[in-house]
């Protein structure tokens, strides 16, 4: 069974760090395409960015509102993909979820919420 | 990027009652490999969303059988044969062909 755990988030002033992890147990994890989506009461569900398989080389794409703001990362050998956010705004006050796709099926995991304020 | 337009904002129906939602692409969604990859997602307050249908109209396990996908191209609809009270909440389309973008959500409600 595919599971995802997801860690790191809390409150954070706006210009400040954050960094998110999230965990992949019941899959070879270099196998598979990974996104991180973020909800909020405003805009819905939001596409943040990918991480592909190592089919693709690892290559790494971002949603226009947060390029060059946050950086994706996995380390195969712990199973594990990373989102370090960086100059954060209010605006990316969200739930953060990392989804992990096999054959055209996303698998989500339980959210991790991030908050911006002063 | 490929834009995805979901139609109603909103919906009230009466339970045991169809409900059906539309969804359109602003380019085809058929991908180099000759999958379409659409699926549709259920979202209640505190839970992360739930996949229903994945690429155009398979169900995934434990999905009822009154949820139905079909479309082709850029057109896609969800329906929902008999609503029942488990039902309400927020629905989203996504494509997942180039990168992946979601639908603006229907919110259904009971009458």
């Known amino acids: 069974e595919v599971q995802l755990v997801g860690s790191g988030g809390g409150w954070v002033q706006p210009g400040g760090s954050l960094r998110l992890s999230c965990g992949a147990s019941?899959?070879?994890?270099?196998?598979?395409?990974m996104d991180w989506v973020r909800q909020t009461p405003g805009k819905g569900l939001e596409w943040v960015g990918r991480?592909?398989?190592?089919?693709?080389?690892?290559?790494?794409e971002y949603g226009a509102s947060v390029k060059g703001r946050f950086s994706i990362s996995r380390d195969n050998s712990r199973n594990s993909l990373s989102l370090q956010m960086y100059s954060l705004k209010t605006e990316d006050t969200a739930i953060y979820y990392c989804?992990?796709?096999?054959?055209?099926?996303?698998?989500w995991g339980q959210g991790t919420q991030v908050t911006v304020s002063s | 990027e490929i834009v995805m337009t979901q139609t109603p904002l909103s919906s009230v129906v009466t339970l045991g009652q169809m409900a059906s939602i539309s969804c359109r692409s602003s380019q085809s969604l058929v991908g180099g490999d000759g999958h379409t990859y659409l699926s549709w997602l259920h979202l209640r307050p505190g839970q992360p969303p739930r996949v229903l249908i994945y690429k155009v109209s398979n169900r995934l396990s434990g999905v009822p059988d009154r949820f139905s996908g079909s479309g082709a191209g850029t057109d896609f609809t969800l329906t929902i044969s008999r609503v029942e009270a488990e039902d309400v909440g927020v629905y989203y389309c996504v494509q997942a062909t180039q990168s992946l973008s979601f639908g603006g959500g229907t919110q259904v409600e009971i009458k």
């Open positions: 019941g899959v070879t994890f270099s196998d598979h395409d």
């Open positions: 991480s592909r398989n190592d089919v693709h080389s690892h290559s790494i």
């Open positions: 989804l992990l796709w096999i054959a055209g099926v996303a698998y």
